[in-house]
């Protein structure tokens, strides 16, 4: 694997999008065990890691600031169109293009206000805001506004978390010298997958049954 790294970077790949490509199944193996072991939902594996990457792109205080806008614009948007006598699909494209003028108009108000940051912030993690507003949306229909906005919290934590782990430079060195640690991360993830014990967030859940139980006494 070091003499592929090697490779890449003599092809002229950039050592950054090697280091992100590296630590891309550690974020999955970070958000498989928050899910596992703590009892995170959010909203899957795939959402809250292509958001981490997105951050990686836009730095974390903008890639926040883009996100609340994107569903303040969208919850908004949808409240004026559930009257509406529009198919699904058509409210969806409707909200999304809102959405997108609305982010066209946050990051033309960033940069009159000299937060270059903000108004260079490349398409791709745009879009991936944009987007995740429909799996959202889709949530709040099915379970309703209360569990969409519990897991869009969970959601934007794990994506956090993430994000600081793939900014600390100790870890990137440390991935960077021994790229075998991905395959650990693969060994690390069956174990994972073989995981029947009671999540963190169950033991604090059912707490009173579990202090209530009665261990069987010896004969």
Request: hydrophobic share 60%.
């Amino acid at each position: 694997m070091p003499d592929l790294i090697q490779l890449a970077l003599d092809q002229g790949v950039p050592q950054e999008t090697i280091i992100y490509i590296l630590m891309y199944p550690v974020i999955l193996t970070v958000i498989a065990a928050a899910r596992q072991v703590v009892g995170i939902k959010a909203f899957g594996i795939y959402t809250p890691s292509i958001i981490a990457v997105a951050f990686l792109a836009t730095t974390l205080k903008y890639g926040l600031a883009i996100f609340f806008v994107v569903l303040a614009v969208a919850l908004g948007t949808r409240f004026i169109l559930k009257s509406s006598k529009l198919l699904y699909i058509s409210k969806t494209a409707i909200m999304l293009s809102v959405v997108a003028l609305a982010v066209l108009a946050f990051l033309a108000l960033g940069g009159s206000f000299r937060r270059t940051g903000l108004a260079n912030v490349s398409i791709f993690p745009l879009l991936i805001m944009i987007t995740i507003v429909e799996k959202f949306v889709v949530v709040q229909i099915e379970n309703g506004f209360k569990t969409a906005m519990y897991l869009a919290v969970e959601t934007i934590f794990l994506a956090s978390v993430c994000y600081y782990l793939v900014k600390w430079e100790a870890f990137q060195n440390l991935v960077l010298a021994y790229p075998a640690i991905v395959v650990l991360i693969v060994i690390l993830n069956i174990a994972l997958g073989k995981w029947t014990g009671l999540r963190l967030s169950e033991y604090f859940r059912f707490r009173d049954v579990i202090n209530n139980v009665e261990l069987p006494r010896k004969k």
